[in-house]
């Protein structure tokens, strides 16, 4: 009887999800004994002909690690689902986007400057960028094209399951590839994690109060705080009410509060729009000014709250909806990163909006400004 066939691939990624299977340690010969790993780009010397020339459904299992943002991982991806009988999504970037995800506040455009011509690291005085096809003497050379925007893995394909974290848990690794292998009965979009959030587990949730209150926003560089207890009380952000549990504690036992690597809970439809509502219930105030003055302290919202899932949030979504009006509304409420990323959104679909262009270059210029004026906080 022929053995099972497992497939690992990586998309857009920095490689942790990759060393989460080597984790796994000698645990891995336990799968080497009921499978064979047939294609693993990072550790194989396998080809992309060699799946395309596979049966349909002829793996058994594909873990794909990485979230969508090259017409190669587009391809590979629909690939491997139709070689495929179960598809993983491993790691926080495939199940709702990751921190890749952050460069959706961003155009296309202003990620390949910014990558090849601003940063200061980098000498190129031509400004060349990527071209999908070039010519060097008598080869034509191909590169994948770049997308405008980042998402998910289910935005592309159909998963069966999802491994989340950054990096993921090896436990749970393990313990997916074995539930794949051994025909475990297995509910749609089964999450290998906890099903509560992380605080329900965490090992300073004794020192958290009943009714946790926050007076003031402390920054982890601006004090010491103590490494017993739970970090709201001690008036510091940590994404734990909000933030689905099995890492371990990592950065808890680091003394370092929770950033929200695995994701949300369990019926949870937005992971940063669960932390804002849980945070505005802590405010220990009803003084508009104070609640204000709270909320500003947070220089970005939307990087921290939606550190790994802008992709897959209602945010991501909803910005489809907005328009320039609505920009210069957020500008008037001094709401001024959701404002750019409107403003970059709708000029990713008209390159040639005179009125969008003009306010971007106006809102950089003004944002530039406030930065020089250290007694105004952004």
């Known amino acids: 009887m022929e053995r099972p066939k497992i497939a690992l691939y990586w998309c857009s990624s920095c490689g942790g999800c990759e060393e989460s299977v080597l984790d796994i340690y000698e645990d891995i010969l336990k799968i080497m004994e009921v499978a064979d790993i047939v294609f693993w780009p990072v550790a194989l010397d396998t080809k992309y002909k060699d799946v395309e020339g596979m049966q349909d459904d002829e793996l058994a299992a594909c873990l794909i690690n990485g979230s969508i943002r090259m017409d190669e991982h587009e391809y590979m991806a629909k690939l491997l689902r139709k070689k495929s009988k179960i598809v993983v999504a491993h790691g926080s970037c495939a199940c709702i986007g990751g921190i ?18 601003e940063v200061p690291s980098v000498k190129n005085p031509e400004g060349i960028l990527p071209q999908n096809q070039s010519n060097e003497g008598e080869f034509e050379i191909e590169l994948s094209g770049f997308h405008d925007s980042v998402r998910p893995l289910n935005h592309v394909i159909e998963v069966d399951y999802y491994i989340p974290g950054c990096p993921p848990n ?52 601006e004090w010491q705080w103590d490494p017993e207890k739970c970090f709201l009380v001690q008036d510091m952000l940590c994404l734990g009410p909000a933030t689905r549990g099995g890492c371990e504690e990592r950065c808890i036992k680091a003394n370092m509060p929770c950033r929200g690597c695995y994701g949300p809970t369990e019926n949870v439809i937005d992971h940063g729009g669960k932390f804002l509502s849980s945070l505005a219930s802590i405010i220990d105030s009803r003084n508009e000014g104070e609640i204000e003055k709270i909320a500003d302290s947070i220089l970005d919202m939307v990087g921290f709250f939606y550190r790994y899932s802008l992709p897959s949030s209602l945010l991501e979504k909803k910005i489809e909806f907005l328009n320039s009006k609505d920009a210069d509304r957020f500008i008037s409420q001094s709401r001024y990163t959701e404002a750019m990323y409107i403003y970059r959104r709708l000029i990713s679909k008209e390159p040639d909006n005179l009125y969008v262009l003009q306010r971007i270059e106006e809102l950089k210029t003004f944002l530039e400004l406030l930065k020089k004026d250290k007694t105004i906080l952004i």
């Open 100 to 117: 890749y995800g952050l460069a959706n506040l961003y155009r296309r455009e202003d990620c390949l400057d910014r990558a090849y011509k």
């Open 170 to 221: 090896p436990k749970y690794v393990f313990e997916a590839m074995m539930s794949s292998l051994q025909d475990k009965t297995l509910s749609k979009d089964s999450v290998f994690a906890d099903q509560k959030a992380l605080c329900a587990t965490c090992s300073r949730r004794d020192t958290k109060p009943e009714k946790a209150v926050i007076k003031d926003i402390k920054r982890l560089h």
